[in-house]
């Protein structure tokens, strides 16, 4: 025992009786630390474009411990503090944000993501159902209604783009309109609802000025709308918005190779994208894809078609200047950190052989 400052013998300490449950044991519970510096990962990171924003479509996953988090941790808790930890990833520089989907979220409740990260971070937040669904549905999903607020112009910004863009200020990446799949009345009159998605994209406050890199998107979960009649004014409504189309990889939807050509009737601009579910569990396959793949610590089925297309297609959008927002589930093939790490890997080939 040290002797204190003035020289004089240390008095005895007794030995600190055991902290009370919630005391100071249960505190260092609160916080989530990161994984351990992965030199491979660190240099994976160098190898990836610059303008690619790449990481999960959400971050409150157990089973990532040793990959993101440093242990095993409540997925209660990773939702509250985990975000800080997610964000010292070396691959994940951007997350997305699907609980605004369910429930619009506040301002604050955007600020606190926003205060958890790095100022390089980006996110991609999806719209609230009480704007993106025609139906109101009850809790099994089914249709019960018409949905009043479907495509409002007023509700949109209000529950959605202005507390995004004041909340997360310039850390906004792309701002997801997600139209749930349509009732058969509204799919056999999609120009009606084009027309309301025009007016709801145009009514929107510019992002530039206060996030320079942010852009509203839209995603579908119906292939109707990439009917080739059809799919030119689509382009031409997202062109005069000054929108974009969110790439939907997702087994309800046609493969990405087919949503490419709407991508290029808007170029030149950012690419969208959201990797959701790998084709093999089909268009209703989320539930079993979930109950094989948890608790998402493995890559179970690789996409190796997808990810070849991912990495062409995203050195040449950002070759040439434009950013890319891409999000991957755990669906996709497992595990997201992994698979981002696999596209990491891919882009590392890239440039291998073009050095050559």
């Not at 119906?222 to 004014?233: G, M, T, V």
Request: proline share 12%.
């Amino acid at each position: 025992m040290q002797d204190d400052l003035f020289g004089a013998p240390p008095v005895p300490v007794p030995s600190p009786a055991p902290p009370p449950a919630g005391g100071p044991a249960r505190k260092r519970l609160a916080r989530v630390e990161p994984a351990p510096p992965d030199p491979a990962l660190q240099a994976l990171a160098q190898t990836l474009p610059a303008r690619l924003w790449m990481g999960s479509s959400s971050w409150t996953y157990p089973g990532w411990a040793g990959l993101v988090w440093d242990r095993d941790y409540p997925d209660a808790l990773l939702s509250r503090e985990g975000l800080s930890a997610y964000a010292c990833h070396p691959l994940l520089r951007a997350v997305g944000v699907d609980r605004s989907f369910y429930r619009p979220m506040t301002q604050d409740q955007y600020a606190r993501h926003a205060a958890q990260v790095p100022e390089d971070f980006r996110f991609v937040v999806k719209a609230p159902s009480l704007v993106t669904d025609a139906l109101v549905r009850g809790e099994d999903g089914r249709g019960l209604q018409p949905n009043p607020a479907f495509l409002d112009p007023v509700l949109a910004t209000q529950d959605f783009v202005a507390p995004a863009l004041a909340g997360l200020g310039h850390k906004v990446g792309a701002l997801v309109f997600q139209l749930s799949p349509l009732p058969r009345h509204l799919l056999h009159n999609l120009p009606l609802v084009l027309e309301k998605l025009r007016k709801l994209l145009l009514a929107q406050p510019a992002l530039s000025p206060t996030a320079p890199d942010g852009v509203l998107a839209v995603e579908v979960r119906d292939p109707e709308w990439l009917d080739p009649a059809f799919e030119p004014h689509l382009a031409a409504v997202l062109r005069e918005a000054g929108a974009t189309w969110c790439l939907c990889l997702h087994a309800k939807m046609p493969r990405m190779e087919r949503q490419l050509p709407l991508l290029r009737r808007l170029w030149p601009g950012p690419m969208v994208c959201r990797w959701n579910l790998n084709p093999l569990h089909g268009a209703y396959g989320y539930e079993e894809a979930q109950r094989e793949y948890s608790p998402y610590d493995r890559i179970h089925d690789p996409d190796l078609e997808t990810r070849d297309l991912l990495e062409r297609t995203i050195a040449g959008i950002t070759g040439a200047g434009q950013n890319v927002y891409l999000t991957i589930s755990n669906k996709a093939e497992g595990c997201a950190p992994l698979s981002a790490r696999a596209l990491a890997e891919g882009f590392a080939r890239q440039r291998e052989s073009s050095a050559r």
